[in-house]
């Protein structure tokens, strides 16, 4: 039990873009060529908007129950979070704007955005897995980068997709998700993510 939620926290998806950026930056890809001053504000803005802040504002936005006009069950709370990560994930790619020149930054960045407005969308009728769509985006633009050269991350692309299988079988564990919900929303983040950077 304890494993399962240690899994399920360190792969949260507000953690994702933080891990995941950090593993182009100091793997064997192009965007290892920044210096370490640009590697550790990328890596700054990340931690501060994507993940330190949503879950500050969650919690605020939950004190005070603004939201009330959600449901109060697992696609309301899924809906509150996508929404908070949404405005936080616009502020840290305001932050990072001159990065978005880099290509594969940039098809990361609105392939995100484009995942988080997905998963919005089918959150209204079905609870998909949030955990496994971000960290099957996170696999996606790991597999686009091996495909097109930009890097070298087969170890990091192994290492995701077992990262993945645990955390799939830690949310069913858990019953947080069943086995649709963690392969479907494996399957939207890969596929939405890889085509995105990849076409």
């Known amino acids: 039990m304890q494993a399962a939620r240690f899994f399920s926290a360190v792969f949260h998806p507000f953690c994702i873009p933080l891990i995941g950026m950090s ?5 064997h890809t192009m965007l290892a060529l920044f210096s370490t001053v640009s590697k550790l504000y990328v890596l700054w803005v ?5 993940l330190i802040m949503p879950f500050a504002l ?3 936005l939950r004190w005070t129950g603004i939201f009330r006009w959600l ?3 697992e696609r309301g709370r899924q809906a509150l979070m996508m929404l908070v990560f949404l405005v936080c994930y616009l502020g840290a790619g305001g932050m990072l704007w001159h990065f978005l020149a880099v290509d594969m930054i940039r098809r ?3 392939g995100g955005i484009m995942l988080l407005a997905i998963g919005f969308g089918v959150n209204k009728y ?4 949030l955990h496994l769509m971000a960290i099957g985006a996170m696999t996606g633009f790991l597999f686009s980068t091996q495909v097109t050269r930009f890097g070298e991350v087969t170890g990091l692309l192994l290492v995701t997709i077992a990262a993945a299988g645990v955390l799939g079988s830690a949310r069913i564990y858990l019953g ?5 919900q963690v392969g479907i929303g494996f399957g939207i983040g890969f596929w ?3 085509l995105f950077t990849f076409l």
């Open 58 to 60: 969650l919690r605020a």
């Open 108 to 110: 990361i960045f609105f």
């Open 23 to 27: 593993c182009l930056l100091y793997g």
């Open 176 to 180: 947080r998700n069943d086995l649709a």
């Open 71 to 73: 449901p109060d069950d």
């Open 192 to 194: 939405l993510m890889f």
């Open 46 to 50: 990340l931690a501060a908007l994507t």
């Open 126 to 129: 079905w609870p998909v897995g």
